[in-house]
């Protein structure tokens, strides 16, 4: 299985690098970095490049960065042997993921495949790219599946060697609640244990870039790692930056919100205290235009190509 998997997955990348034809790669931007060695201004690949390629897989990665992403955004989960794996939901997602067989997930049987309850190598036959996807009708169709973090990393650094693109910045999302403690994930600390032993992270140096809606997992890294860059994820419309960081404890290198919130005065809040903010997940040619206006430092977005249409 694992061989014919690794055959598919070579398969794919070729069908990515036929689409960056070399007009494509020319224009692809190079990562501006200032002097602290962290980009000028973030352009990522949501999830990889969710709009054009199956989302959290190694093609969805190489595709982001062929388009001019400087960062590649992806979420993570522990699998019950302890395995960090790459994906977005705590258990499988039927619109876009089939059973090995090919077979739809029945939708009221998802939940039956939580990762944290699965050893990773009943996980990895899962099928995702094979199945339609309406919500993105310029996604290609392709056979992968739910790679490691570990091999993710791999992969995308030797894609990037291999076709001289510049190094990438990695926005590792930390998927997480309280409330699923224990079934979905374990507690914070054991967590992050896990996820740093993925030996690949700590030669990222600065291109690694940690973020979460939960602020539990941010606050055990800040207090082992107080040089990591940790963003704090926010679709809050009820408490605001102020009330954020006070419960936070700290001053995290970014605060991201929900695009719909970011307004000036938020914008000015976050650069009086040194904290960049990159809104999610912007889609559209003109918001892009307008929040560039309105001096964030980043945008996320599912078509990283679009972002050349906004001129950034």
Same mark, same amino acid.
């Given at each position: 299985?694992?061989?014919? %998997?690794? %055959? ?20 692809? !931007? @190079?990562?501006? $970095?200032? !002097?602290?060695?962290?980009? *000028?201004?973030? @352009?990522?690949?949501? +999830?990889? $490049? +969710? ?14 960065? $062929? ?11 522990? @699998?019950?042997?302890?395995?960090? =794996? ?8 039927? *619109?876009?993921?089939? =059973?090995? /067989? ?25 099928? %995702?790219?094979?199945? #339609?996807?309406?919500?993105? #009708? ?5 056979? &992968?599946?739910? #790679?490691?973090? &570990?091999? =993710?990393?791999? *992969? ?20 997480? &609640?309280?409330?699923? /403690?224990? !079934? ?8 992050? /244990? ?11 140096? !600065?291109?690694?870039?940690?973020? *979460? ?10 207090? +082992? ?8 994820? @926010? ?16 001053? #995290? ?23 960049? %903010? ?5 889609? /559209? ?22 972002? +050349?249409?906004?001129?950034?």
């Amino acid at each position: 299985m694992k061989k014919k %998997i690794n %055959i598919s997955l070579i398969g794919s990348a070729m069908a990515v690098a036929a689409i960056c034809t070399f007009n494509a790669c020319k224009t692809a !931007k @190079t990562t501006t $970095t200032a !002097k602290n060695g962290y980009p *000028s201004f973030y @352009t990522v690949g949501h +999830r990889g $490049t +969710r709009g054009l390629m199956p989302e959290n897989t190694i093609p969805a990665m190489y595709r982001g960065l $062929t388009e001019g992403a400087n960062t590649i955004e992806f979420d993570v989960h522990i @699998t019950k042997d302890g395995q960090v =794996m790459v994906y977005h939901d705590a258990s499988f997602t039927p *619109s876009y993921t089939t =059973m090995p /067989d090919g077979k739809d997930i029945p939708a009221e049987k998802h939940t039956d495949y939580v990762f944290y309850q699965m050893n990773y190598a009943d996980i990895r036959p899962f099928i %995702i790219g094979e199945k #339609p996807y309406p919500a993105y #009708p310029e996604q290609q169709r392709m056979r &992968s599946y739910a #790679p490691l973090l &570990s091999e =993710m990393i791999d *992969s995308v650094e030797a894609y990037t060697k291999a076709h001289h693109l510049p190094a990438p910045y990695y926005l590792l999302e930390i998927k997480s &609640s309280e409330k699923t /403690d224990g !079934k979905e994930q374990p507690a914070p600390e054991e967590y992050m /244990d896990k996820l740093m032993a993925v030996k690949q992270l700590q030669p990222l140096g !600065k291109r690694l870039l940690v973020q *979460s809606f939960d602020m539990r997992p941010l606050q055990v890294l800040h207090r +082992r790692y107080p040089d990591m860059a940790l963003g704090f994820l @926010t679709d809050d419309k009820k408490n605001g930056f102020d009330q954020h960081l006070a419960q936070l404890g700290f001053t #995290p290198f970014f605060y991201n919100p929900n695009y719909k919130l970011v307004t000036p005065e938020l914008v000015s809040k976050c650069h009086a205290k040194h904290i960049k %903010i990159v809104p999610w997940t912007v889609d /559209d040619v003109n918001e892009m235009k307008k929040l560039k206006a309105l001096d964030v430092d980043g945008i996320i977005t599912d078509y990283p190509n679009r972002l +050349r249409e906004a001129g950034l």
